[in-house]
């Protein structure tokens, strides 16, 4: 094969931001991309950075939050998924949303027009493929059995799987507004961001118990199935107690029933904005495996969704990772064949933004030794060092597991110097934006190196 000097398999989220930042750096770069000709049991359509869970990068708190902290990161490293994100936004309270559709065809515009980047539609199958190059193994969580094959007899069975699940989404003109009611928990950003089903006690307990007897899609003899605790199915949730769905995506807290303000509901279920005109609402939380009549028939039971129409019902697809810390260089490259990098989900890591993080990454290292640039790897109090640790980590590597960015991953942080010079202890409710500001005065003079 002639060979330009990258080739991305995948157009994901970690595909795409590492192709971009290859792209702007000079190096001309090829996408293959199986979509159209071929879907993956979770894609609809054929747009570059398909969301295919939520359409919610988590909270946009740069100062108390990770995954806040991890957004003002990527924008100051000039991530293009950042920058799209930021774009095509919707009202979500704290969280940073995105009109969906209009997300994924932004950065696959920015792609396609791209002077150095072009696309190849197939489906790349086996490792054998690229012995002549230089590639960058982006294919998600989601990729393809004979891939997944290839990398499994190359990696002498060096990988886990686990099972992710999709909330469903309503048309917003199916909900009965006499009932539900605009309002964002403790009223953070725009009223309009969320809207909120109540239940009362009883009403809760009967779609508990719903929720439990309702027919769920079964795997296969040879299947076990391991969830993320970060992306549970709503009635696996429900399964570890008939009350945890009250600390969980039903809470009740820091909500007021416009309708009956005297009243305070026992549960709620918010539905967030899911594209640009509003037409749209993401059921938060709800991700599910119960078989599509029985979501309708469940779902419809909380107050104010008697009569949802469903423009998209929930799903539940396999989602594969390799034992990275294991199997890659500290610049991602697998070590069997250098000429070859991973990046996104299949690392390990978990989440739409971590995903970009370690594409950016991949996508980073390549380009400087394509360049023969050194390479600036950052600071481990950022997190991004944090991410890359993360699949650098063979403490407990028989139980590795995917993570999102969290505090956990950070260095611990005890003391911090004051304007003054002085040290001043941190106290356990400060130290989150302790982390923060340390992160964002270390990424600084990184993003002036790279």
């Given at each position: 094969?002639?060979?330009?000097?990258?080739h991305?398999?995948?157009?994901?989220?970690?595909?795409?931001?590492?192709?971009?930042?290859?792209?702007e750096?000079?190096?001309?770069?090829?996408?293959?991309?199986?979509?159209p000709?071929?879907?993956?049991p979770?894609?609809?359509?054929?747009?570059?950075?398909?969301?295919?869970?939520?359409?919610?990068?988590?909270?946009?708190?740069?100062?108390?939050?990770?995954?806040?902290?991890?957004?003002?990161?990527?924008?100051?490293?000039?991530?293009?998924?950042?920058?799209?994100?930021?774009?095509?936004?919707?009202?979500?309270?704290?969280?940073?949303?995105?009109?969906?559709?209009?997300?994924?065809?932004?950065?696959?515009?920015?792609?396609?027009?791209?002077?150095?980047?072009?696309?190849?539609?197939?489906?790349?199958?086996?490792?054998?493929?690229?012995?002549e190059?230089r590639?960058?193994?982006?294919?998600?969580?989601?990729?393809?059995?004979?891939?997944?094959?290839?990398?499994?007899?190359?990696?002498?069975?060096?990988?886990?799987?686990?099972?992710?699940?999709?909330?469903?989404v309503?048309?917003?003109?199916?909900?009965?507004?006499?009932?539900?009611?605009?309002?964002?928990?403790?009223?953070?950003?725009?009223?309009?961001?969320?809207?909120?089903?109540p239940?009362?006690?009883?009403?809760?307990?009967?779609?508990?118990?719903?929720?439990?007897?309702?027919?769920?899609?079964?795997?296969?003899?040879?299947?076990?199935?391991?969830?993320?605790?970060?992306?549970?199915?709503?009635?696996?949730?429900?399964?570890?107690?008939?009350?945890?769905?009250?600390?969980?995506?039903?809470?009740?807290?820091?909500?007021?029933?416009?309708?009956?303000?005297?009243?305070?509901?026992?549960?709620?279920?918010?539905?967030r904005?899911?594209?640009k005109?509003d037409?749209?609402?993401?059921?938060?939380?709800?991700q599910?495996?119960?078989?599509?009549?029985?979501?309708?028939?469940?779902f419809?039971?909380?107050?104010?969704?008697e009569?949802?129409?469903?423009?998209?019902?929930?799903?539940?697809?396999?989602?594969?990772?390799?034992?990275?810390?294991?199997?890659?260089?500290?610049?991602?490259?697998?070590?069997?064949?250098?000429?070859?990098s991973?990046?996104?989900?299949i690392?390990?890591?978990?989440?739409?933004?971590?995903?970009?993080?370690?594409?950016?990454l991949?996508?980073?290292?390549a380009a400087c030794?394509?360049?023969?640039?050194?390479i600036?790897?950052?600071?481990?109090?950022t997190?991004?060092?944090?991410?890359?640790?993360h699949?650098q980590?063979?403490?407990?590597?028989?139980?590795?597991?995917?993570?999102?960015?969290?505090?956990?991953?950070f260095?611990?942080?005890?003391?911090?110097?004051?304007?003054?010079?002085?040290?001043?202890?941190?106290?356990?409710?400060?130290?989150?934006?302790?982390?923060?500001?340390?992160a964002?005065?270390?990424?600084?003079?990184?993003?002036?190196?790279?």
């Open positions: 094969m002639s060979c330009p000097n990258i991305i398999v995948g157009a994901g989220l970690a595909g795409s931001e590492a192709a971009w930042q290859l792209a750096r000079g190096i001309k770069v090829v996408i293959h991309e199986m979509r000709k071929k879907y993956s979770a894609h609809k359509t054929p747009y570059c950075a398909e969301l295919v869970c939520s359409n919610s990068l988590r909270s946009d708190d740069c100062s108390n939050s990770a995954v806040g902290l991890l957004h003002q990161e990527m924008r100051m490293a000039r991530s293009l998924i950042m920058k799209c994100a930021d774009e095509t936004k919707v009202p979500a309270g704290g969280a940073l949303a995105v009109d969906r559709d209009g997300f994924a065809k932004l950065i696959s515009q920015c792609l396609q027009s791209h002077p150095n980047i072009s696309f190849v539609c197939e489906e790349i199958t086996s490792l054998s493929q690229m012995i190059g590639w960058i193994i982006a294919s998600g969580p989601l990729t393809s059995p004979a891939l997944i094959a290839s990398i499994l007899d190359a990696t002498d069975q060096q990988y886990l799987n686990f099972y992710d699940a999709i909330a469903p309503i048309y917003k003109d199916s909900i009965d507004f006499d009932k539900a009611w605009y309002q964002s928990r403790y009223d953070k950003g725009d009223k309009f961001d969320y809207i909120n089903c239940l009362d006690k009883e009403q809760y307990y009967a779609f508990v118990d719903e929720l439990l007897k309702g027919k769920k899609v079964e795997f296969h003899d040879f299947e076990k199935a391991e969830y993320f605790d970060g992306c549970l199915p709503i009635e696996v949730m429900a399964e570890r107690g008939e009350d945890t769905l009250l600390f969980g995506p039903m809470k009740p807290v820091g909500l007021t029933n416009s309708h009956h303000p005297n009243i305070k509901p026992y549960a709620v279920v918010q539905l904005q899911d594209n005109e037409t749209l609402r993401n059921m938060v939380g709800f599910t495996k119960l078989k599509y009549d029985e979501q309708k028939r469940i419809r039971m909380i107050p104010g969704l009569n949802a129409e469903f423009a998209r019902l929930g799903g539940i697809h396999k989602n594969t990772f390799i034992k990275s810390p294991l199997l890659l260089d500290k610049c991602l490259r697998f070590k069997k064949m250098p000429n070859v991973f990046a996104g989900q690392t390990g890591c978990e989440g739409y933004v971590e995903s970009a993080a370690i594409g950016w991949a996508g980073y290292f030794e394509i360049c023969n640039h050194q600036y790897f950052p600071p481990e109090t997190a991004f060092g944090a991410m890359l640790g699949l980590d063979i403490t407990n590597i028989e139980n590795y597991q995917p993570m999102n960015i969290n505090f956990g991953l260095p611990t942080i005890s003391v911090e110097t004051t304007a003054t010079g002085k040290l001043r202890k941190i106290k356990g409710a400060e130290r989150k934006a302790a982390y923060c500001r340390r964002l005065a270390d990424i600084a003079p990184w993003v002036k190196l790279i």
